[in-house]
């Protein structure tokens, strides 16, 4: 005897929809980029992050701006420029990048400067809520001499939502992934790597 296989052609589009329909559908767009800065007398920070982020991720993309202009203090070649990215704790900021540069001549001759940097690093999980993250710099122009106050714009704080983790990107931190079940959206960050 032979069973016939009619029934199945009508019925592939139906085990395709149930199936489409119970799988947890991933995020496959970049989250939003939100843009914070200041200004401190010559210099001006811009700091530019996602508005989410997986906590103990190893790359969470962020973007530091500096720029510093010749006007109230004049520019030397040499001058140093120093910059920090933080995670806000109640006791004690979590550091997620740091990098330093001299101003050189073909900036002083321009009287600006004006770079952008990489600033991806793990944004730590928070001791209290979401991660809060800032970015502060420190201009020290050998022009400004004694009593001159140091130009340090600092940001105020970014709010970054923390989003459920899975395991299936290759960056994750052993022991922070979880599991993806039905009905559970996770937070994919594999499409994020190089940010907006």
């Not at 990048?97 to 952008?116: H, I, Q, Y």
Request: hydrophobic content about 40%; glycine content about 8%; proline content about 6%.
């Amino acid at each position: 005897m032979r069973l016939s296989t009619d029934w199945i052609g009508p019925f592939i589009p139906f085990m395709m929809a149930v199936l489409l329909l119970c799988t947890p559908r991933m995020a496959l767009s970049l989250p939003s980029v939100q843009t914070l800065s200041d200004s401190d007398d010559d210099a001006t920070v811009t700091l530019s992050l996602l508005i989410q982020a997986i906590p103990a991720d190893a790359v969470s993309w962020c973007e530091f701006r500096i720029e510093v202009v010749d006007a109230a203090v004049p520019l030397t070649s040499g001058d140093s420029v120093s910059m920090w990215v933080y995670e806000d704790d109640f006791a004690g900021d979590d550091l997620v990048w740091t990098s330093s540069f001299t101003v050189t001549a073909a900036e002083v001759s321009g009287g600006l400067v004006d770079r952008t940097f990489d600033c991806s690093g793990m944004i730590e999980q928070d001791g209290a809520g979401s991660p809060e993250v800032y970015a502060e710099a420190r201009v020290d122009k050998s022009a400004c001499g004694f009593g001159c106050v140091i130009d340090a714009p600092m940001t105020p704080n970014a709010d970054v939502t923390q989003i459920t983790d899975d395991d299936a990107e290759h960056d994750d931190t052993s022991g922070e992934a979880v599991g993806i079940f039905p009905g559970i959206t996770p937070g994919r960050v594999e499409g994020w790597r190089g940010g907006p």
